[in-house]
């Protein structure tokens, strides 16, 4: 895979050549110190992969990735987290490392660049947007200033708290600086369903519905007479 | 306060001296000219630039291998980002220290 690095600190494209030299299949065709050198580059070069560093003066790389017409696959580079997140709204963002990075965790991102590109080639995966399953597996939210990754098919609730909404899954249950609306667009059509104005479900953990509420694991969540209608044509009656 | 070590360069050049000590170049090149880029915007009390300034010294503190450190240097970078210079004294404690370091590598 041919590979160009976006750095505005030399020590730190120095870095992520050095680890790209100790996989075979990468060549560090370029290094930019900036995203705008990047981008002359990229009108008559074509890569597979960039390593971008989000914030970077002037032009982060967000407003990279946001003008770019063609996107390569990128994987993120950052001291912070949270300077990523805004960045994965985008298909081709394959994974994030945080600086320093080291081997064990560079050689993951590479391995997972290798299944999403094969995937795109093959157009099979389910991390590749597909016109009616237009979701992946799992995403990220902003917690305390930390990334956490949330698997879709473990979430069975979602429900609006004021300013922000409550995830829960098998697992755990997050708090999240966003809105119904907002996640919604993130979710499987075929999996999720908004049920009240406050509510999305997983419709394959339902345990049972009665009456205007659907018992979910051990919540009882309710059903909006609008909503109740489109809840019965995605269950399958006898 | 703690040490600084080479451990993180240790592992990334895996024993070849000619990486280690290109990157130890290129570390103490960077460190003199982003740590006068600090002090330049402290003096001109230019908040974005100290933000920008302190996000790129972070990289070096944690390569150095000052976790404690990073972690103030994060939070300073958070005051800055709300015009405050509180954590600067204890942001600038580490710059002397990595200073002292990079003369004896």
Redesign the interface.
């Known amino acids: 895979m041919n590979c160009i690095i976006i750095d505005?600190?030399?020590?730190?494209r120095?870095?992520t050549k050095?680890?790209c030299e100790?996989i075979e299949t990468l060549q560090v065709v370029a290094e930019f110190p900036d995203a705008i050198q990047a981008l002359k580059y990229l009108k008559t070069n074509d890569v597979d992969l960039i390593f971008l560093d989000i914030?970077m003066?002037n032009f982060t790389g967000l407003d990279f990735i946001k003008t770019l017409k063609k996107l390569p696959q990128i994987i993120l580079t950052t001291?912070?987290p949270k300077f990523a997140i805004e960045a994965f709204e985008y298909d081709n963002i394959v994974d994030y490392l945080l600086?320093?990075i080291?081997?064990s965790r560079f050689e993951k991102a590479i391995k997972k660049t290798v299944q999403h590109k094969n995937a795109m080639e093959l157009g099979t995966s389910s991390t590749v947007r597909k016109p009616d399953a237009d979701f992946k597996n799992d995403f990220y939210v902003n917690i305390d200033r930390r990334l956490i990754k949330i698997d879709l098919l473990r979430i069975y609730l979602i429900q609006a708290k004021g300013d922000y909404i409550q995830i829960k899954t098998e697992d755990q249950n997050y708090m999240v600086h966003s809105t119904l609306k907002k996640i919604e667009e993130k979710l499987p059509k075929d999996l999720f369903l908004k049920v009240h104005r406050s509510f999305i479900i997983n419709i394959k953990k339902i345990v049972h519905i009665e009456d205007n509420s659907v018992l979910i694991q051990k919540d009882i969540v309710p059903v909006s007479r609008s909503n109740r209608p489109k809840l019965m044509k995605r269950l399958d009656l006898l | 306060m703690e040490k600084p070590n080479l451990s993180y360069v240790d592992a990334l050049s895996s024993g070849e001296a000619l990486v280690k000590n290109k990157l130890i170049e290129i570390i103490k090149s960077e460190f003199v000219l982003e740590k006068s880029a600090y002090y330049k915007s402290l003096k001109n009390k230019n908040f974005k630039a100290l933000e920008a300034n302190v996000h790129k010294l972070k990289h070096k503190i944690s390569i150095l291998g000052f976790v404690k450190r990073y972690q103030l240097a994060n939070d300073y970078e958070h005051n800055l980002r709300e015009c405050q210079l509180t954590g600067a004294a204890d942001f600038e404690k580490t710059l002397t220290a990595i200073t002292a370091y990079l003369k004896t590598i």
């Open positions: 505005d600190e030399q020590t730190a120095f870095i050095t680890l100790q914030h003066p001291s912070d600086k320093p080291v081997f």
